[in-house]
């Protein structure tokens, strides 16, 4: 990647009596871009986001955003910044509108105008003068996504951010991320647990466990060529496989292999010519899932639960 | 700055609680005024001559000043009010009425107490709040220094506790208009050369101020436990327990030196227009003094713990 990193962790580290909740923790993150954060619970996702965000003091390392440091300054750090911290708890004794205004002012620049626009943008129009108690989840998250998207900000944080929305809800604000990644260049970072959404979501995964970063991966990497194949009989097929030069991996009833999509129709064939049966022939994606629990490893996820 | 006042302001007049405490402060001064209208026509006792107490007064400050364990303040305190007592009776000039409008425009210093028991409230659940309802990490996510933030806050509720004296203040001349008669009496002072009429508004005005004090010194109490422990109720509890208390402890200490550095002993100013003193040698400017150290020091403690904090929960 050849863009300038929007945020750099370096050597981030917290540590809260004599346990190192996080650990040296180093990522960078790229305007366009939408970055999951993954890991178990009590991985450390959301000590990571809170130092981002100046609610936590890092015990080492470095906050980077937009090239300055946030220790050195904040107030210009932090003016760059949206955050949607887990459920975005407004004032419920006030109306939406005045939740919009209370934060607008602690920015510089935000107008009303761009008040209006925004509730517009979220879909709030019709209810944003009554009081925050009277909402649903779901309304309270469209607040949180409008007061976090107020003033501009180049780089997002949401943690959980689809928790309590309904179906079209989750689509629309997907679509929503997306579309201001793609044409304002904002470069996202969502924490969740909810791995499908993130896989529909992002396009980079950075995954975390026991305060250390496991992994980093775009998701375009991991859609890369395998294909499903399934021959009779099982045996001569291997073989066959094998010879052609393929990695070769048994799954269910047949195999899953390396290969890019042009060599497709020439396997085929061979098979053909070779009078085998053939059942299947598909492309093969591993789910989200599948690779989370291969990098964290399924059991170090039941040692954190029963902590 | 302004802005985040601003914010506050709003957070706190969104609060249905707010203008419930408002309406008790009309109410409790309204229902004060009615209750002393009340008694007074219940016992309306014989007019007394007032040459008669005037005298009688007089000859009690004589004894007084006989005392030779005097302190000098002291002293020149009392032959002040000498001289009062004998200006009065040389130049046939009336007392003000104990039940009279300009009395009860004097005496609004009562207004005070009400007034420390709601701002604590206010300064109690001010940054408490926060913290309990979750909102203070939405609040704390902006690109706006800490100090700013609790500076805002602070400064709120000082701006609160102004607005309950002025409105408590505004009520009771009201209820001094509506409630009771104007009297013949005339407000006098020695200023040290010659006796000179008083304005009651003046004078009601600065009682006013004198007890801001204390609501000032009780709020930034609340204040700062309210910020340290992010209870509201400890808070106020604390706060209005010492309130209570402050001048029972200063009584039980008043033999000792140490009194004079105890904040309660300080808390009430208006103790310096009136005749009564627990603790003798204080002076204004020495209270002043002493009650600056206090604030300061309960705003550090505020300040570097708000600002030190991890935002956890």
């Given at each position: 990647?050849?863009?300038?990193?929007?945020?750099e962790?370096?050597?981030?580290?917290?540590?809260?009596?004599?346990?190192?909740?996080?650990?040296?923790?180093?990522?960078?993150?790229?305007?366009?871009?939408?970055?999951?954060?993954?890991?178990?619970n009590?991985?450390?996702?959301?000590?990571?986001?809170?130092?981002?965000?100046?609610?936590?003091?890092p015990?080492?390392?470095?906050?980077?955003?937009?090239?300055?440091?946030?220790a050195?300054?904040?107030e210009?750090?932090?003016?760059k910044?949206?955050?949607?911290?887990?459920?975005p708890?407004?004032?419920?004794?006030?109306?939406?509108?005045?939740?919009?205004?209370?934060?607008?002012?602690?920015?510089?620049?935000?107008?009303?105008?761009?008040?209006?626009?925004?509730?517009?943008?979220?879909?709030?129009?019709?209810?944003?003068?009554?009081?925050?108690?009277?909402?649903?989840?779901?309304?309270?998250?469209?607040?949180?996504?409008?007061?976090?998207?107020?003033h501009?900000?180049?780089?997002?944080?949401?943690?959980?951010?689809?928790?309590?929305?309904?179906?079209?809800?989750?689509?629309?604000?997907?679509?929503?991320?997306?579309?201001?990644?793609?044409?304002?260049?904002?470069?996202?970072?969502?924490?969740?647990?909810?791995?499908?959404?993130?896989?529909?979501?992002?396009?980079?995964?950075a995954?975390?466990?026991?305060?250390?970063?496991v992994?980093?991966?775009?998701?375009?990497?991991?859609?890369?060529?395998?294909?499903?194949?399934?021959?009779?009989?099982?045996?001569?097929?291997?073989s066959?496989?094998?010879?052609?030069?393929?990695?070769?991996?048994?799954?269910?009833?047949?195999?899953?292999?390396?290969?890019?999509?042009?060599?497709?129709?020439?396997?085929?064939?061979?098979?053909?010519?070779?009078?085998?049966?053939?059942?299947?022939?598909?492309?093969?994606?591993?789910?989200?899932?599948?690779?989370?629990?291969?990098?964290?490893?399924?059991?170090?996820?039941?040692?954190?639960?029963?902590? | 700055?302004?802005?985040?006042?601003?914010?506050?302001?709003?957070?706190?007049?969104?609060?249905?609680?707010t203008?419930?405490?408002?309406?008790?402060?009309?109410?409790?001064?309204?229902?004060?005024?009615?209750?002393?209208?009340?008694?007074?026509?219940?016992?309306?006792?014989?007019?007394?001559?007032?040459?008669?107490?005037?005298?009688?007064?007089?000859?009690?400050?004589?004894?007084?000043?006989?005392?030779?364990?005097?302190?000098?303040?002291?002293?020149?305190?009392?032959?002040?009010?000498?001289?009062?007592?004998?200006?009065?009776?040389?130049?046939?000039?009336?007392?003000?009425?104990?039940?009279?409008?300009?009395?009860?425009?004097?005496?609004?210093?009562?207004?005070?107490?009400?007034?420390?028991?709601?701002?604590?409230?206010?300064?109690?659940?001010?940054?408490?709040?926060?913290?309990?309802?979750?909102?203070?990490?939405?609040?704390?996510?902006?690109?706006?220094?800490?100090?700013?933030?609790?500076?805002?806050?602070?400064?709120?509720?000082?701006?609160?506790?102004?607005?309950?004296?002025?409105?408590?203040?505004?009520?009771?001349?009201?209820?001094?208009?509506?409630?009771?008669?104007?009297?013949?009496?005339?407000?006098?002072?020695?200023?040290?050369?010659?006796?000179?009429?008083?304005?009651?508004?003046?004078?009601?005005?600065?009682?006013?101020?004198?007890?801001?004090?204390?609501?000032?010194?009780?709020?930034?109490?609340?204040?700062?436990?309210?910020?340290?422990?992010?209870?509201?109720?400890?808070?106020?509890?604390?706060?209005?327990?010492?309130?209570?208390?402050?001048?029972?402890?200063?009584?039980?200490?008043?033999?000792?030196?140490?009194v004079?550095?105890?904040?309660?002993?300080?808390?009430?100013?208006?103790?310096?227009?009136?005749?009564?003193?627990?603790?003798?040698?204080?002076?204004?400017?020495?209270?002043?003094?002493?009650?600056?150290?206090?604030?300061?020091?309960?705003?550090?403690?505020?300040?570097?713990?708000?600002?030190?904090?991890?935002?956890?929960?």
């Amino acid at each position: 990647m050849e863009m300038k990193p929007v945020v750099e962790l370096k050597n981030l580290s917290k540590t809260i009596g004599k346990k190192k909740i996080i650990d040296n923790l180093n990522l960078s993150l790229y305007p366009g871009q939408i970055t999951g954060f993954l890991g178990p619970n009590g991985a450390g996702k959301t000590t990571t986001i809170r130092m981002m965000v100046g609610l936590m003091e890092p015990s080492g390392g470095d906050i980077v955003i937009d090239g300055k440091l946030l220790a050195d300054d904040f107030e210009v750090g932090l003016s760059k910044v949206g955050v949607i911290v887990e459920n975005p708890e407004m004032y419920k004794f006030m109306s939406g509108y005045k939740n919009l205004l209370h934060f607008a002012r602690m920015h510089d620049g935000v107008t009303k105008t761009r008040i209006e626009e925004v509730i517009n943008q979220v879909g709030m129009q019709n209810r944003i003068h009554e009081k925050v108690s009277t909402y649903s989840l779901g309304m309270r998250q469209r607040l949180g996504l409008a007061q976090a998207i107020l003033h501009r900000p180049k780089f997002l944080i949401l943690d959980e951010p689809t928790n309590g929305l309904d179906p079209a809800g989750i689509r629309e604000f997907r679509t929503y991320l997306k579309m201001i990644a793609e044409k304002e260049g904002v470069s996202v970072f969502v924490s969740s647990h909810m791995l499908s959404e993130i896989e529909l979501m992002c396009d980079r995964i950075a995954v975390i466990q026991n305060g250390k970063l496991v992994d980093i991966r775009e998701m375009s990497e991991t859609q890369e060529s395998h294909y499903y194949i399934e021959i009779f009989p099982t045996e001569t097929a291997e073989s066959l496989l094998k010879a052609e030069g393929f990695a070769v991996e048994a799954h269910n009833d047949g195999f899953i292999i390396k290969a890019e999509k042009t060599q497709i129709p020439g396997l085929v064939q061979q098979i053909a010519a070779n009078e085998m049966q053939l059942f299947a022939v598909h492309p093969h994606r591993k789910t989200l899932e599948d690779q989370f629990l291969e990098m964290t490893g399924g059991g170090q996820i039941a040692e954190a639960h029963t902590k | 700055m302004l802005r985040l006042i601003q914010n506050e302001w709003m957070k706190l007049w969104s609060k249905k609680g707010t203008w419930v405490m408002t309406g008790l402060l009309v109410l409790a001064i309204l229902g004060m005024f009615g209750l002393t209208k009340w008694v007074n026509t219940m016992n309306n006792s014989e007019e007394q001559d007032w040459k008669m107490s005037v005298q009688n007064e007089l000859t009690y400050v004589k004894e007084d000043l006989n005392n030779p364990e005097l302190v000098k303040s002291e002293k020149e305190r009392i032959e002040g009010k000498e001289k009062v007592l004998e200006y009065r009776l040389a130049n046939s000039i009336e007392p003000l009425s104990e039940t009279g409008r300009e009395k009860m425009i004097m005496g609004s210093s009562g207004i005070g107490s009400i007034a420390v028991l709601l701002t604590v409230i206010v300064a109690a659940g001010i940054v408490a709040s926060e913290f309990t309802q979750g909102s203070i990490k939405m609040l704390l996510s902006r690109p706006v220094k800490r100090w700013k933030i609790l500076t805002s806050k602070y400064v709120t509720v000082i701006l609160f506790g102004i607005l309950l004296m002025l409105v408590g203040f505004i009520v009771s001349i009201l209820g001094a208009f509506i409630f009771f008669q104007s009297g013949n009496g005339q407000e006098l002072v020695w200023n040290g050369k010659e006796v000179v009429e008083v304005s009651i508004w003046g004078k009601g005005l600065y009682m006013l101020l004198l007890s801001f004090a204390n609501v000032f010194v009780t709020a930034t109490f609340a204040f700062m436990i309210g910020s340290v422990f992010r209870s509201s109720s400890l808070a106020i509890g604390l706060s209005l327990f010492i309130y209570f208390m402050g001048s029972t402890l200063v009584m039980l200490l008043a033999r000792y030196e140490i009194v004079k550095y105890i904040v309660f002993t300080h808390m009430d100013l208006t103790i310096y227009e009136s005749d009564f003193r627990i603790v003798e040698g204080i002076t204004m400017p020495f209270s002043l003094a002493v009650l600056a150290v206090y604030i300061v020091i309960f705003l550090f403690i505020s300040y570097t713990t708000f600002i030190k904090r991890d935002i956890t929960a």
